[in-house]
């Protein structure tokens, strides 16, 4: 599951998905607009198992 927070003046995703049945949460920030998050976060998570 993605979601996205603005953050003061930048935007951050969040990713949380299950590996090996442990919970794995990925975090990235600092993007200028949501349009940005959202394109990095969909690149991210078609290359996490």
Same mark, same amino acid.
């Given at each position: 599951?993605?979601?996205?927070?603005?953050?003061?003046? *930048?935007?951050?995703?969040?990713?949380?998905?299950?590996?090996?049945? $442990? !919970?794995?949460?990925?975090?990235?920030?600092?993007?200028? *607009?949501?349009?940005?998050?959202?394109?990095?976060?969909?690149?991210? $998570? !078609?290359?996490?198992?």
């Amino acid at each position: 599951m993605v979601r996205y927070f603005k953050r003061g003046k *930048t935007w951050q995703y969040s990713i949380s998905r299950m590996v090996n049945g $442990k !919970s794995d949460l990925i975090r990235k920030g600092g993007f200028t *607009t949501k349009k940005e998050a959202q394109a990095v976060a969909a690149e991210n $998570k !078609s290359q996490t198992p």
